[in-house]
């Protein structure tokens, strides 16, 4: 168990959530006696969130200080982060978002309403849809360089399927680019009316507030009959894509 709670330099930083659960599965693995190889041992992530504005000198002091105001570019990374746990998902069973309400949270209130934060679009669009099986995802797409991880495909996406229903979900990671995707199935086709929602906002650094919902999820169908799709992914967003899957 642990709690992420550094400075996001750049939206890759999913990929050390990553490569630190895939640490923490081989530890247990290599732990497990060869007597013990049928127990089953499960990570949880106790506490996650994005959390990098800094306190000290200079800084905000008091009860406030831990109210941090999302934008755009944190949704994404929550996204990423979300990917990473339903991609692990065969050793991640427990992911609790830390915390809910005002202090590093999606809902913001005060005496006289609320309102929701960037963050809050995707976990809600997860937590309602991303049910089920995980499913391995292949992917190909563009990459960027980083200094830390080295290429980094701008695309960043999970899988999951429950009965006949797919759900996808994709982040892109361009800042300025929309990036074009042919989505394939495996044994199957993509059938009917599909679902599209779509968190995005004017700028990476656009945040809501008690007067305006900068960031927010659109919605729009398509029509899919056939054993791939193509899809347009918007330049800084979040995308998940709902329908159902025929025997091909």
Not at 43 to 54: K, Q
Not at 88 to 106: E, L
């Amino acid at each position: 168990m642990s709690t992420i709670s550094r400075c996001i330099s750049t939206w890759a930083s999913s990929l050390q959530l990553d490569q630190r659960t895939k640490t923490a599965e081989g530890i247990i693995r290599a732990a497990l006696t060869s007597e013990a190889r049928d127990k089953k041992i499960y990570i949880a992530w106790d506490e996650w969130n994005v959390w990098y504005r800094e306190r000290g000198e200079g800084k905000e002091r008091g009860r406030h200080i831990l109210e941090e105001h999302y934008n755009l570019e944190d949704a994404l990374v929550v996204a990423t982060f979300l990917n990473t746990f339903l991609n692990n998902a065969h050793i991640v069973k427990i992911a609790n978002m830390a915390q809910i309400v005002n202090v590093i949270a999606p809902i913001m209130t005060n005496a006289n309403g609320l309102y929701l934060q960037t963050i809050y679009y995707p976990l809600a669009l997860f937590a309602a849809n991303s049910r089920g099986t995980a499913l391995e995802v292949f992917l190909d797409a563009p990459t960027y360089e980083t200094k830390r991880f080295g290429s980094v495909p701008y695309l960043d996406v999970s899988a999951a399927q429950d009965g006949d229903t797919l759900v996808l979900n994709v982040v892109n990671r361009h800042r300025d680019e929309a990036i074009e995707a042919d989505i394939e199935a495996q044994d199957a086709r993509f059938s009917g009316a599909y679902e599209i929602s779509e968190v995005n906002g004017p700028d990476i650094k656009a945040e809501n507030n008690f007067g305006a919902s900068l960031v927010k999820t659109t919605r729009r169908t398509m029509n899919a009959d056939a054993a791939r799709m193509h899809v347009s992914f918007a330049p800084h967003s979040y995308t998940m894509i709902k329908g159902t899957l025929a025997r091909a």
